[in-house]
DNA sequence: CTAGAATAGTAAAATGTTTTACCAAATTCC
DNA sequence: GGAATTTGGTAAAACATTTTACTATTCTAG
């Protein structure tokens, strides 16, 4: 490593040489531990300050155990949504002196099992993890045997007592189901978001039980699980359309599926806030500016991260506290996207 | 630390003991050096398998000196830029086993020096880095102390000679030019981007030298520096409208800026993509859904963070390579926001 | 048959911290 | 004025690896 002048690495040793004290009176300044003079104090952190002192955090970790390293473990960061949530994980850790270790799984259980096992190889003091779809608590079992404390977050594992930080999803999907059977809606339709995804079922959970009030059912044919995408959206609606299966509202699974449903409804003839209504989730900052502006669910997910980051921090601070389930709030937000129907 | 059940952390020591073999054998099998027989190195295998063994890579680093942490700095990874960029990074240092280990400045210089030197202490092995605004080469000082390799992304720093892969903002601001001249604009302005930022004017040279070609000049009240937001854009176009100084045609820093034109030339009565054009930077992918859908010149962010990620690799494996500046080049998008001017 | 080389593996030092047990000097108490 | 306590600090072990120098055994060549 390294080479030509590359200066020594100064160590604590150094630090003690240059300062008059021993190595062990330099850590105990430096952790605010033992019983030092407020004259020692000061002449150590001049000599840290004057060579340059960056203590080696392998040697310290190595001999404590302790570490300031959190391991992020997300989907895909490149999707906003993750983006946002690691930025505010990241922020609110390193407040705390802790710095984000971060891996993408892709959603593959095999990788998210490799991408633990490396960071926990790491040191890392915790975790905060969205769940690949097909983890169950036996997943996380090795984070327990190590008895590192870990948070999930976004996507919930069933019947597993971890500390959990989502959305409360249902909520959600009542928020949008209550607004449509109030504008009147009868016939709706449920597009994306796939199978397995138990955010997609609270939503859609959430939508049927508002609908049902009014004694409207959503029929297992309109309801169409897939990708998360726009393409998606496109192409389930247009299928919806070929059928002939007349609809008055679509709810997307989020904000990319619903732009997705434009292009489909517009190819179809249709006027989106017109002749049909769309609702999406997230409120992506697009969605406002689209045509016609979105009406959407909007989810916080800067909240969601710093909420996950301090639970993280007040777990490895405090190791018996029992498991918490947090769930944040939606909000609505009705834009021109939706209306009352048979207005056409 | 974890308590109760915690299993106790297994060492290479036990695996050695459970192999029948010395701690020195399972370390030299592990890391493929030494010469060992095949016959011992499936019986190490085995045993590392069947305790579970992880190492400790903090004791590996403290006594190697080598570590398979990588450091990426940048401004905010919430930016979708910058969130792809990343992701690219971590799956390309993931495939030669690294870790990515995230920060974000938020462009602030001091908490970008506070990160390196957390980072150093920390032990990366090298680092990836959008400078903070005000960066130059003293900034990089530390790092260079310190024996580690680095490579600067997407801003360049002046008057230092380090590993760079960027964009040709030259280029790309050449493509808007160049087209606008083509539709035979002449009176075109200059909307967003932070005065010092070195990418704005590059962009804006490209500009002006494509529009020279025709003896189009840009005045300098007709360039207006701010902030890269949608929020900058209207407000920045609104001003210009208010003046009452005609043009044809807004290139804006990126597509946030341009979406907020969009905003204020519908506020004052005008068509985009009609009485006036507009063209951005980046084409995120939002941009091909408005309306109209924006012309832009498409920046490659995912590019740039393999790219980065790299040359970085490269650099760690090979010490003496020469100082690489690798610019990666735009593409033009047309769409629906640019036409001939005058046909209002 | 023996000198030398190749093979397979090991013992022990070293890495930079933290932490425990301990010590000497100064101070307080009665 | 001596015992007890407090103050300020230190020596050395421990953490889990990697790596160097070395040994014991087997093989090869002449």
Chains 1, 2 share one sequence.
Not at 157 to 173: K, P, Q, R, S, T
Request: proline share 4%; hydrophobic share 40%; with cysteine.
């Amino acid at each position: 490593m390294g080479q030509g002048i590359m200066k020594k690495r100064v160590s604590i040793k150094q630090v003690a040489a240059h300062a008059g004290v021993s190595v062990a009176t330099v850590s105990l300044v430096l952790n605010g531990k033992g019983r030092i003079s407020e004259a020692t104090k000061k002449e150590v952190h001049k000599s840290v300050k004057k060579l340059g002192f960056i203590p080696n955090k392998s040697a310290s970790r190595l001999r404590s155990g302790r570490s300031l390293l959190i391991g992020l473990i997300v989907n895909d960061i490149s999707n906003p949504f993750f983006a946002e949530l690691s930025a505010d994980v990241e922020s609110e850790a390193a407040r705390e002196g802790y710095l984000s270790v971060m891996a993408n799984t892709g959603d593959d259980i095999d990788r998210q099992r490799k991408v633990i096992e490396t960071m926990i190889g790491q040191g890392v003091a915790g975790f905060i993890i969205s769940a690949a779809t097909g983890s169950d608590a036996s997943t996380f079992q090795i984070i327990r045997d190590y008895g590192i404390p870990y948070v999930l977050c976004v996507r919930d594992v069933l019947d597993h007592d971890a500390d959990f930080v989502g959305f409360d999803n249902f909520m959600a999907g009542g928020m949008a189901g209550a607004h449509l059977r109030e504008l009147g809606h009868e016939s709706v339709v449920f597009v994306g978001g796939e199978q397995a995804n138990i955010n997609r079922r609270n939503r859609l959970e959430g939508v049927r039980e508002e609908l049902s009030r009014q004694g409207t059912k959503i029929d297992d044919a309109c309801v169409l699980p897939g990708p998360a995408t726009r393409e998606f959206g496109t192409k389930a609606v247009g299928e919806l359309l070929e059928r002939g299966r007349p609809f008055t509202a679509v709810v997307c699974f989020n904000d990319y599926v619903a732009i997705g449903a434009y292009a489909a409804l517009v190819e179809g003839g249709m006027q989106v806030g017109h002749d049909v209504s769309v609702v999406g989730f997230d409120n992506v900052p697009e969605s406002g500016a689209w045509s016609p502006p979105l009406t959407t669910v909007e989810l916080f997910p800067r909240a969601l991260g710093a909420r996950a980051a301090k639970a993280l921090l007040a777990r490895i601070g405090e190791e018996s506290l029992a498991a918490e389930r947090i769930l944040l709030s939606p909000r609505l937000i009705v834009r021109k996207s939706t209306r009352p129907p048979g207005r056409s």
